[in-house]
């Protein structure tokens, strides 16, 4: 029983950052600096909301009685949700939902290039499926980064801005928690410190390819992952569950 | 005869016999220009359309539902780029075509104007606003001007997909609680006058039929494609159980169509004119879309620009 609470557990934290920066993207549905760019940006938002879809279904498989995915996804507190605080991060501007996804896709690629060995065969298959996205995702992001970085003076400001503001969050991807270590250690979950290596590798080459610097490092480490998160979840989840709240069980 | 004559002559010639036109064919000015006119407005709604239903993307009540909204606006981006791609071919830019949205120049379908205030209302666009735009599609399939014809082969094939989806939407709701059932009647009772507004004005009353059925840019009058749809609808509110709000709504036998009720003529020409619930709102969006994605685009060209000189200086 205890195993399979830790396994829920990770679970939800790997749909988490899925479903949040899924949502993210998708408030800019619509919005988008010009229509091929909106349309990409939708395409990764939607492969985030297959993943969701896949973590949940199976959350809830084992959960047994009467959960489904979508309880899963719309009906836990605040505290309860356990993404890394860098996908909840606002869209201030294209060169913040750049550089997130970024810093993401890459830990991302990484992390999933593990999960594909994992010892549960349905996380295995589930990373499996998402590695071709995501390695397009972040064929998407780096491309964009460089373009940013190398394009005009304004683009370049833009996206330093960005990183300076949003690079502290990388050091809670790889601050093991609890769960994450025993799911380590059953050869299920992904090694983080193993990860952190090649991801920081990855991400300096590109920063500087971009001809962008990377910020000094903070040494406060965020916790969202641990249910500790910024005060913008709040109100992703307000809209995130507007109408499980306001219609309890009802069919859609 | 002048040679201008001969090729006008030759040009309806072709037409009639069904042939289409190509980008590079001969054709005359008013043809390229109602063309450049129609195509546009016609990518416009459907980048414009992409507002009031991307208003729910993010409060969808269920992941799967949220994945088939995204999935749809996401269509009709991909819409309004073949049809700003099918309008270039007449020797203009999508960034002018753009601009002249923006400056009001240029019109969207007046639906667009009308804001979604529940869930039901992405049940109620999807079966009856994509419904209504399909009957229109349907018939510029065997428009004359190939670029466009076969623009529309595409889009009718998901937008009746779209149709489905909404239709189902509709369903579930209709035959869920009473209050999900309240909320479908609702969203129908709303958006029932503006999609049979889409049709456009009465016959007597509009301007550019004559020449549009020469050129078979249309092939049905605005009072017949909207007959089609008051047929098309009826039957399918009946099934869901939920009811048409138009007190003169009745079957004709003689006829064999259903009489309908006036469409409020003072509201069509008052949204047209820019004063609907959302214009501004619809227009706001996009500019501020443009405005803040405008360093963007110039930071992808001058970064293009760089990698091809560093390209050719290291041939
Ligand atoms: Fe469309
Ligand atoms: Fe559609």
């Known amino acids: 029983m205890e195993k399979n609470e830790n396994l829920i557990h990770y679970l939800l934290m790997l749909g988490d950052n899925s479903m949040i920066l899924g949502h993210r993207l998708s408030e800019l549905c619509g919005h988008g600096p010009n229509l091929e760019t909106d349309i990409a940006l939708t395409n990764i938002s939607l492969d985030f909301f297959g993943q969701v879809r896949s973590y949940f279904q199976y959350a809830a498989q084992l959960k047994g009685e009467d959960f489904n995915e979508d309880k899963i996804a719309f009906l836990r507190n605040e505290r309860q949700y356990y993404n890394a605080t860098l996908l909840e991060q606002e869209n201030n501007d294209f060169a913040y939902v750049i550089v997130r996804q970024f810093l993401f896709d890459a830990f991302h690629k990484e992390l999933l290039e593990q999960l594909m060995n994992s010892k549960d065969t349905t996380i295995a298959a589930i990373a499996t499926k998402s590695i071709k996205e995501c390695r397009y995702h972040l064929r998407f992001s780096s491309e964009w980064l460089k373009r940013l970085g190398n394009g005009t003076e304004e683009s370049h400001q833009k996206a330093q801005l960005a990183l300076n503001d949003l690079y502290v969050y990388c050091h809670e991807l790889f601050a093991e928690s609890e769960v994450e270590r025993k799911m380590k250690e059953s050869g299920i979950g992904a090694d983080l410190d193993a990860i952190k290596h090649n991801y920081l590798a990855i991400i300096h080459q590109l920063i500087a390819e971009a001809q962008l610097k990377i910020p000094e490092t903070i040494q406060r480490v965020a916790k969202g992952k641990l249910g500790f998160h910024s005060e913008k979840l709040g109100y992703i989840l307000t809209e995130l569950q507007y109408m499980q709240r306001a219609y309890p069980d009802m069919q859609w | ?315």
């Open chain 2, 1 to 315: 005869m002048s040679p201008e004559i001969n090729l006008e002559k030759a040009f309806q010639d072709r037409i009639d016999k069904g042939e289409k036109i190509e980008p590079k064919d001969w054709m005359p000015e008013k043809y390229r220009k109602t063309h450049i006119r129609q195509i546009s407005q016609h990518a416009h709604s459907e980048v414009v359309g992409m507002l009031p239903e991307g208003n729910w993307i993010t409060r969808a009540p269920s992941l799967k539902r949220k994945c088939a909204l995204l999935a749809k606006v996401q269509d009709e981006a991909g819409h309004g780029l073949y049809l700003y791609s099918a309008a270039e071919t007449l020797g203009i830019s999508r960034d002018e075509m753009i601009e002249q949205l923006h400056s009001g120049k240029a019109k969207y379908s007046s639906i667009f104007n009308y804001p979604t205030l529940s869930w039901a209302d992405m049940g109620a666009i999807g079966w009856l606003v994509d419904g209504a735009a399909i009957i229109n599609q349907v018939m510029l399939t065997r428009t004359s001007f190939g670029p466009y014809a076969r623009a529309m082969v595409r889009i009718c094939k998901e937008e009746s997909f779209h149709q489905r989806q909404g239709y189902e939407i509709m369903m579930v709701l209709a035959s869920g609680t009473p209050e999900q059932k309240e909320m479908a009647q609702d969203a129908l009772n709303r958006f029932w006058w503006p999609s049979m507004m889409m049709f456009g004005p009465r016959d007597e009353e509009s301007t550019n039929s004559e020449l549009s059925m020469k050129w078979k840019i249309k092939r049905k009058s605005n009072d017949e494609l909207r007959q089609q749809f008051v047929d098309n609808s009826v039957p399918q509110a009946e099934y869901l159980g939920l009811t048409i709000p138009d007190p003169d709504l009745k079957w004709n036998e003689e006829r064999g169509h259903y009489d309908f009720g006036d469409i409020d003529w003072n509201e069509f020409w008052q949204v047209v004119k820019g004063d609907g619930p959302c214009n501004k709102e619809r227009m706001e969006a996009r500019q501020n879309a443009w405005d803040n994605g405008k360093w963007v685009r110039d930071a992808a060209m001058a970064y293009a620009e760089k990698q091809s000189k560093s390209k050719s200086i290291a041939v």
